[in-house]
């Protein structure tokens, strides 16, 4: 059955947390499972909808504990991801699906690969953050432009003062979306802001306002990447395919040049002119390449653009 956004459903976990989540696309369609960007939420893939529906694909796409509709769990590590995952799929009985991750929520579409492989059909890593202590050589998280490092750093020293920071994004998100955007593109590549601004700023800004509603789900994400993950990218064994804007501003391109270097048989594709929002513009091109790639999991990959 589709679920709305605003319907928020949920289901509860083992422990007794709830875990919400949304739907968007063909409700009868294959199934792809999206781990959302930092500060976003589930709601975050919703402008992906309409190339989802045209392609028949049914995305289910989860809060991480602590954001939009999600029961918080401190000190979670990534790995616990999969335990979550798990359960919603056996809820709503889907045995095997792909998985889409942006940004923060490429470490945990990376988990998925590794640790639910018969479940897991094939991942797509959208400028996707990677383990911190890999050796990056010229970038890595305190490069110019990067955003991560500042609030990796006030998450894990300040967890207080982080919170009032993101709860305060988050009320300009809703209350003043373009003031909000002008701040946050001013570092971004035109081509970025062309596609934010032509796909749907208000959904990404009402995304954030959601995502942030508990601010300290983000201070937990945060630390969750700072420290070890649980699984390591060389045990993934399904197929992986990685997108990255060259121009991107938030998590630098060499990263996912790294991450292809270590997940066998995995396919890079290095996008010019773009940046952190490459998917925007070509939801259909890696949704496509998504299914496409799925088909491929029991003969080989392909070696991916190093």
């Not at 709601?43 to 995305?59: E, K, M, Q, S, T």
């Not at 110019?144 to 009320?171: C, I, M, Q, T």
Request: charged share 25%; with cysteine; hydrophobic share 45%.
């Amino acid at each position: 059955m589709h679920r709305h956004a605003e319907a928020a459903p949920s289901v509860t976990l083992a422990d007794g947390r709830r875990l919400s989540y949304a739907e968007f696309g063909d409700p009868d369609g294959y199934p792809v499972l999206s781990c959302h960007g930092s500060f976003t939420g589930g709601l975050d893939i919703a402008v992906a909808g309409p190339a989802a529906r045209r392609l028949g694909i049914r995305i289910i796409s989860p809060d991480r504990p602590g954001t939009g509709g999600s029961t918080r769990a401190r000190g979670r590590v990534i790995a616990e991801w999969a335990g979550d995952v798990e359960t919603l799929l056996d809820v709503l009985e889907i045995e095997r699906c792909s998985v889409l991750g942006w940004s923060q929520g490429g470490p945990y579409a990376a988990s998925l690969g590794a640790l639910l492989p018969l479940r897991v059909d094939a991942v797509a890593i959208v400028a996707g953050v990677v383990p911190l202590d890999w050796p990056f050589e010229p970038s890595d998280a305190d490069a110019p432009g990067s955003l991560l490092s500042p609030n990796l750093r006030l998450s894990d020293k300040w967890p207080g003062y982080a919170s009032v920071r993101f709860r305060a994004e988050a009320e300009m998100a809703r209350r003043l979306p373009r003031r909000w955007w002008v701040k946050k593109s001013r570092s971004m590549p035109p081509a970025d802001v062309a596609a934010v601004e032509a796909s749907g700023l208000a959904l990404l800004a009402k995304a954030v306002a959601q995502g942030l509603r508990r601010p300290g789900g983000a201070v937990d994400d945060y630390r969750a990447v700072d420290q070890p993950w649980g699984f390591a990218y060389e045990s993934i064994a399904v197929p992986v395919r990685l997108w990255h804007g060259v121009d991107d501003t938030v998590v630098p391109v060499d990263w996912s040049r790294e991450a292809a270097a270590r997940i066998q048989g995995s396919v890079l594709f290095p996008i010019e002119a773009s940046g952190h929002f490459v998917a925007w513009s070509r939801f259909e091109d890696v949704l496509g390449d998504l299914l496409a790639s799925r088909v491929g999991r029991r003969r080989g990959g392909a070696q991916g653009l190093r």
